[in-house]
Structures are given as structure tokens and as C-alpha cells.
């Protein structure tokens, strides 16, 4: 058994959406430091040119701006990728929203825009990917990783009710598509991230000490955290993982 290389990435290319900010950039990072060609997406195109170039001081790193929310962006991210490679090793669907509001106030509009992002762009994505993560399985399988969240395994106070339907169906989705994917040699695997400072955690971000002694860790997640869940998934070490959520949070879940 040669462990030397269970982790390595060299040589593989990963699209990571939502890669500008947060979880995402945490996950990028870590598959540059790796040896993974890294390709990060972002609706707003100006802070994603501006991470791609940040991180590029640490490897291989590209922008592609596209807004994922509909099909049709989807697939114009799909085209923007093949422009630059001809095949896909490592898929994170990371992108996603969120939305608060009172039950009785609840709009429409807070829930199909998150349930869209959350949960079906991943699958049409996916769907759009899967000729190209198909011909990179080769002498390795190929990965998917969706982000889901603790909120779709536990339930918190806050009134986010189609964020936490939008991440429990996340979750279920990743077995139905690791069990059909598997015969393609693609693995489809999840990380259920817990409190992590972003733009979307705000909480996490800006009352990090308050929050602390909620989780029994003592601290919230760091960029190491997850980019090792990534990476684990992502490297040979995961190929046997496949239709399982991998919660990074913790011990948030067991403590509600």
C-alpha cells in the first residue's frame, strides 16, 4: 500500500461553482495546493476574476463567470469549461442561496429562487458534465460533490424553510445520482458543512466567539476543515465512498 499519493490531485481538473468566496474558495484552494487545474465559477464575474487571480499565485486557476441558476447558464458554463479542457475529473456543485422570512410571509420568490440553485442546478449540471466526467474516469473513477448542509439533516430555529428543504433534498439526491453514476465509473458523494465564516454564514463570519460554545469543537470551521473533506472525497482516498454526506461541522448535529 502506497499512501504517499492517496490525497494527491496532480494531473486532475476540478470546476468548482460558487468558487469565489466561502466554502468554495476554501475547496479551491486546497485542490491547487494538491496539484488539481482548477476552474472556479461565480455569477458576479468581477469578483471571480479577482479570486481566480489570487489563488493562481498557488497554481494552475481560471475564472469562468456564469450564472448556474437556470439551464440555459448551465450550459453556457459547460461550453466556457470545454474551451480549455476536454475532460472533467472533479465536479463540487457548491453554489446555492438562501432565504429567510416569517412561515406566514414566506414569498414564492425566496422559494424558487433557492430550491433552483440548491437543488436543481446541481442535477441539470451535472447532467450537462457527465459525457465529459465520463471520459476522465479512466484509470481513476471521476468525482461529484455536492455541498449540502447540516440544515438538511437537523433542524435550526431560523425560518429558512426552503434553504433547509432545498439541502435535505440536496442530500437524497446525491444517493439517487451516486447509484445510477457508479456504472460510469463517476462517484457522487456530499459534504454537510456546519458554522463556516461567508457571505451566506454571516453569523459564523461576524459572531464566530458567540457562537462557539454552541458547538463542541469550541470553534467554528476553518478553511483547512473543509478543504480536507474536499480533497478526501476527491483523491483516491474517497473512491470508495459513494451516496454518503460527509458532515463537517463539529459535532453541531449530535449537540441539537
Excluded at 5 to 15: C, D, E, V
Excluded at 146 to 157: R, Y
Excluded at 232 to 250: E, F, K, N
Aim: charged share 20%; net charge neutral.
Amino acid at each position: 500500500m502506497d499512501t504517499t499519493q492517496l490525497f494527491s490531485l496532480k494531473g486532475r481538473t476540478a470546476l468548482i461553482t460558487g468558487g469565489s468566496r466561502g466554502i468554495g474558495r476554501m475547496i479551491a484552494e486546497g485542490f491547487l495546493a494538491q496539484g488539481a487545474r482548477v476552474y472556479i465559477s461565480a455569477r458576479k464575474a468581477a469578483a471571480c476574476d479577482q479570486t481566480a487571480k489570487e489563488l493562481a499565485a498557488f497554481g494552475h486557476c481560471v475564472s469562468l463567470p456564469a450564472d448556474v441558476s437556470t439551464v440555459e447558464g448551465a450550459h453556457a458554463l459547460v461550453a466556457a469549461y470545454a474551451k480549455h479542457e476536454g475532460s472533467l475529473d472533479i465536479l463540487v456543485n457548491n453554489a446555492g442561496a438562501a432565504w429567510g422570512a416569517p412561515y406566514d410571509e414566506f414569498p414564492e420568490s425566496g422559494w424558487d429562487k433557492v430550491v433552483d440553485l440548491n437543488l436543481k442546478t446541481p442535477f441539470f449540471l451535472t447532467q450537462a458534465l457527465t459525457p465529459m466526467l465520463r471520459k476522465a474516469a479512466t484509470d481513476h473513477l471521476a468525482k461529484v460533490i455536492n455541498i449540502a448542509s447540516i440544515d438538511g439533516i437537523s433542524v435550526n430555529p431560523q425560518e429558512t424553510y426552503s434553504y433547509a428543504a432545498s439541502k435535505a433534498g440536496l442530500i437524497q439526491l446525491t444517493r439517487r445520482m451516486a447509484l445510477r453514476l457508479a456504472q460510469d465509473r463517476i462517484a457522487v458523494s456530499a459534504i454537510a458543512p456546519g458554522a463556516f465564516a461567508s457571505d451566506m454564514n454571516r453569523v459564523a463570519r461576524d459572531h464566530g466567539d458567540e457562537i462557539k460554545g454552541g458547538i463542541p469543537a469550541g470553534r467554528i470551521g476553518e478553511p483547512e476543515d473543509m478543504a480536507g473533506a474536499a480533497i478526501y472525497l476527491a483523491s483516491r482516498a474517497g473512491d470508495y465512498v459513494m451516496g454518503s454526506t460527509l458532515i463537517v461541522d463539529g459535532g453541531v448535529t449530535h449537540a441539537r
